[in-house]
């Protein structure tokens, strides 16, 4: 077949998975450094972040249980996003700190002061960024790399979501105002609808 | 610094991009990035808060601007006459190189300072 990228018959040093998308028009490099920093936007700009900001929630508990369902949804992603970049011949950095530095989005770091309303925009333009990153992931793969799109739209998915829950907390708590995000809360906390309970990697 | 410019002068500037120059009217308190879409450029962006890198530009000739509104931005960045189009302020008119990316990723990893996608 003619657009079938030959590798040979036990060679262990290329995979057909990465050149037939290669092929089509992937930059399967480029590809790989993007998911490696959505992956540190996802653990470490918010996920860890998120750990902090939800324990500053107090006297607001449904604002407290939706922020840990964001919370769990990005580690969720993390662990979704991991074994793709490992399929693609990529890795992570074997250092935390330049792993961190590596993130695409800005650490949610608590603010100060840390007022409900402060935390509630923070996670809101988390959610944002995370949004415009792996909707450019998206844009990057559609009919070209199934797999990593699969995967990329699933968490732009919760990603959507998690931006209406905040909108919607953010209108109230500062506004007045009712903002609906068409959602009610998750079944269990962190649930994943996308990006867990369908999930082709089941560790 | 101050977020705007207080006398509210709008300034002029060049966009140096790979189709081309194109001239722009940034207005007080403007990022640079969003007067450049509202006058119908599109410029490269994801993260929209000064950190990715994937806004850059680089500046050809002198000029100020206020960088206060990107999360992570180095005094390094500035000699070099980098700027981050996303979040950044005109405070004077500006003659800029668009898609320096690669270049301002190349020039953080040379400083040891965060480089995202690089």
Redesign the interface.
């Known amino acids: 077949m003619a657009d079938t990228p030959v590798v040979k018959p036990g060679d262990v040093t290329q995979r057909v998975g990465v050149e037939v998308i290669r092929k089509r028009g992937v930059d399967v490099e480029k590809l790989i450094?993007?998911l490696v920093?959505n992956a540190?936007a996802e653990f470490a700009s918010t996920y860890y972040y998120y750990t902090i900001l939800r324990m500053h929630l107090a006297g607001h508990e449904d604002y407290k249980e939706i922020c840990e369902d964001a919370r769990l949804e990005d580690r969720a992603h993390w662990e979704l996003i991991v074994p793709r970049i490992y399929e693609l011949g990529g890795e992570l950095p074997n250092d935390l700190k330049a792993f961190h530095?590596?993130?695409?989005?800005?650490a949610a770091k608590l603010p100060s002061p840390p007022t409900a309303v402060n935390i509630l925009t923070l996670l809101l333009?988390s959610e944002?960024?995370a949004i415009?990153?792996w909707i450019?992931i998206c844009d990057m793969t559609f009919g070209k790399d199934p797999r990593t799109y699969d995967m990329a739209s699933r968490i732009l998915n919760e990603e959507i979501e998690h931006e209406a829950w905040f909108i919607e907390l953010l209108a109230h708590e500062r506004d007045g105002k009712s903002i609906p995000s068409g959602h009610f809360r998750r079944g269990t906390p962190g649930e994943a609808p996308y990006s867990k309970n369908s999930r082709f990697y089941n560790p | 610094m101050p977020s705007h410019d207080s006398s509210g002068k709008p300034f002029e500037v060049i966009l140096e991009t790979p189709s081309g120059a194109q001239v722009i009217v940034v207005q007080a308190g403007e990022h640079i990035w969003d007067a450049a879409r509202r006058q119908g450029i599109v410029l490269p962006?994801?993260?929209?808060?000064g950190?990715?890198l994937t806004c850059s530009g680089q500046l050809i000739g002198p000029g100020e601007f206020d960088q206060t509104d990107s999360?992570?931005y180095y005094p390094q960045d500035r000699e070099a006459g980098f700027i981050l189009l996303c979040t950044a302020r005109a405070r004077s008119n500006l003659h800029i190189r668009t898609h320096t990316q690669i270049g301002m990723r190349e020039h953080r990893k040379q400083h040891g300072?965060?480089?995202?996608?690089?």
Not at chain 1, 101 to 106: E, L, N
């Open positions: 450094k993007m920093a540190a530095d590596q993130a695409g989005c800005v333009e944002r960024c415009r990153s450019a | 962006a994801i993260c929209h808060q950190r990715c999360v992570s300072l965060p480089a995202p996608y690089a």
